[in-house]
């Protein structure tokens, strides 16, 4: 088995809202998309485009398959031409891409007002008054709508694709991603992502899991969350948080729907970097890196 990488560059056609902790009143957004979130995004589009008639088991057979055999990196926005990374400086400063977070956050975040209704009376829902941070389609200061860029990796050929799925082809897949709906509250039209360009594929090491082109051996920066038992914490400078996992359940005779899996783990954040020379990461299910068996 092999590793294929596609580089694939989307335009934003609305605003993205990817789910943060809240703070007071204001719902925060994350200022790059989760392979997780990726993973779910390209479930669905998959799922709705190759099996129209798809039931709940479909949508899982066909989830297996993207975390084990279509990993991604995490998608993070272009700012003049550079991906957007979360890193820190020689200060210490923490910078996405060419700019600090301060001109970062204030280039492309904005906010949207939104309250609850109460049904009874059509009217505001007491209390439920809130902002919700979003980030932007254009972007304010070329006039040029935002795009976002990611990796896919494929594994050829497929070690477990779903019967269902017979005959698929790495060509079928990047049809069926021409568009994408990423992030949350896409019943209220945010999230759109129409593809702009692809590129690849190009050949990637790694046998079980890909090892990403990304990771650069000298600089040791994260570009996805890694689990905090893959290093030890004097090996790595940045942050860790505490993240819920909450995954959808189908369960014969028992509780179904989202969030009846919940667990938190604990990361270090994108943007952190490894002290330990010799350490080597391999995309693992939902982006996240993990340590590479040497």
């Known amino acids: 088995m092999s590793w294929q990488a596609w580089t694939l560059t989307y335009r934003a056609r609305s605003p993205v809202l990817l789910g943060d902790h809240p703070f007071g009143f204001i719902q925060r957004t994350r200022l790059y998309a989760p392979g997780w979130t990726l993973w779910g995004a390209i479930t669905a589009r998959l799922t ?15 989830g297996a398959f993207v975390a084990d055999d279509l990993p991604t990196s995490y998608a993070f926005l272009l700012v003049d031409g550079q991906t957007a990374h979360p890193h820190y400086d020689e200060e210490g400063r923490l910078r996405y891409g060419p700019l600090p977070a301060a001109d970062f956050e204030a280039r492309f975040l904005s906010s949207l007002g939104q309250t609850a209704v109460a049904p009874a009376t059509l009217t ?18 070329t006039g040029e709508p935002v795009r976002w860029r990611f990796t896919l990796y494929v594994r050829q050929p497929w070690s477990a694709l779903p019967p269902a799925l017979a005959g698929l082809t790495p060509a079928d897949v990047l049809e069926a991603l021409a568009e994408l709906s990423l992030g949350a509250d896409r019943g209220y039209g945010l999230g759109r992502l129409t593809r702009e ?63 009846q899996k919940a667990t938190v783990r604990l990361f270090y954040t994108p943007g952190s970097r490894v002290k330990e020379k010799g350490w080597q990461p391999v995309v693992g299910r939902y982006g996240i890196w993990e340590a590479a068996d040497v």
Do not use: C, F, M
């Not at 709705?48 to 066909?62: F, K």
């Open 124 to 141: 505001a829902h007491s209390g439920a008054l809130h902002e919700t941070e979003v980030l932007s389609a254009r972007d304010p200061a």
């Open 197 to 259: 360009a692809v590129d690849g594929p190009l050949p990637v090491p790694g046998e079980s899991r890909p090892r990403p082109p990304e990771w650069d051996a000298q600089k040791r920066t994260l570009h996805a969350h890694v689990p905090l038992d893959a290093l030890p914490g004097d090996a790595v400078r940045g942050r860790a948080e505490p993240i819920p996992w909450r995954r959808w359940q189908n369960a014969p005779g028992g509780p179904w729907g989202p969030g």
């Open 48 to 62: 709705r485009a190759l099996l129209p008639r798809a039931a709940g088991s479909d949508y899982e057979a066909v």
